[in-house]
């Protein structure tokens, strides 16, 4: 059974960093492109950023392009989104997703999700 479990969210001060992981198991990470997204209360889910099945492709949403990198490591079934500069309008509770085909950051795109993990950013 595919699953996927999102770690490394917390509460961190306006300008820090955080890096979040998304670990997993059912299914060999490395044949799907990975999507991240948020949602913050009140508001819609948004697409974060996207990476290829094989790492050479990624897209950004503009509100994080230059501060957020994601990557992968197909050896550990995982991705990573390392968050830079953060804001307090980067807080929520951010999933990470998988799908089979192209990237995008489209939410409806993805059939298979990971429970979420909080991301607060506040002094």
């Known amino acids: 059974q595919l699953k996927l479990v999102e770690s490394g969210g917390g509460l961190v001060q306006p300008g820090g960093s955080l890096r979040l992981s998304c670990a997993a198991s059912?299914?060999?990470?490395?044949?799907?492109?990975i999507g991240w997204f948020r949602q913050a209360p009140g508001k819609e889910r948004e697409g974060v950023s996207c990476i290829s099945s094989s790492g050479g492709s990624t897209i950004y949403a503009d509100s994080v392009k230059g501060r957020f990198t994601f990557s992968r490591d197909n050896a550990k079934n995982t991705v990573y989104l390392q968050m830079n500069s953060l804001k307090p309008e980067d807080t929520a509770v951010y999933y990470c997703?998988?799908?089979?085909?192209?990237?995008?950051?489209?939410?409806?795109?993805?059939?298979?999700w990971g429970q979420g993990t909080q991301v607060t950013v506040s002094s």
């Open positions: 997703a998988a799908r089979l085909r192209f990237c995008t950051v489209v939410a409806d795109a993805f059939g298979s």
């Open positions: 059912g299914f060999i990470l490395n044949n799907y492109a």
